[in-house]
């Protein structure tokens, strides 16, 4: 019996859980300068596009639960970024969604993406790649 397939080296998980942590570390010095997490960055991202949407809804997109989400966006809530809110018509399911203060910040965030791109040591070619290897991943 070989132990080869035990080897950090032969494991695919772990370059993925690396360079993901490598990317979200690239996003920090930006997102600090706008008071965000990561994770608060891209629920912004959801509801700048989306403008209101349920958390479980949310959770589905960002491929996050609801231990996560709550306590993210009760922060987001108290900054001022969101509201959240529940359903007149299904009193389970709570609506987010993003208030004056939360869809100016975008401003302020618009530029993230290009900066955090040049900081990859990859060709725009490469990029394209990797994102559709990744959602093929993901399986969307």
């Not at 209101?52 to 959770?59: A, F, M, P, Q, R």
């Not at 989400?69 to 009193?91: A, H, N, S």
């Not at 965030?109 to 791109?117: M, S």
């Amino acid at each position: 019996m070989s132990y080869d397939a035990l080897k950090l080296e032969n494991q695919l998980c772990f370059p993925l859980y690396a360079a993901s942590k490598e990317v979200v570390n690239k996003y920090t010095p930006y997102l600090d300068e706008i008071g965000l997490t990561y994770t608060q960055y891209i629920s912004l991202m959801v509801l700048w596009e989306k403008k209101c949407i349920g958390v479980g809804e949310l959770g589905k997109c960002l491929h996050l639960d609801s231990g996560t989400l709550t306590p993210m966006l009760k922060r987001l809530e108290r900054k001022g970024y969101v509201k959240r809110e529940r359903d007149k018509t299904d009193e389970r399911v709570v609506n987010v969604s993003i208030t004056e203060p939360g869809e100016q910040l975008k401003d302020a965030a618009v530029t993230i993406p290009v900066k955090v791109g040049s900081c990859l040591p990859l060709s725009m070619e490469e990029a394209e790649t990797l994102y559709k290897l990744l959602y093929k991943i993901l399986g969307t």
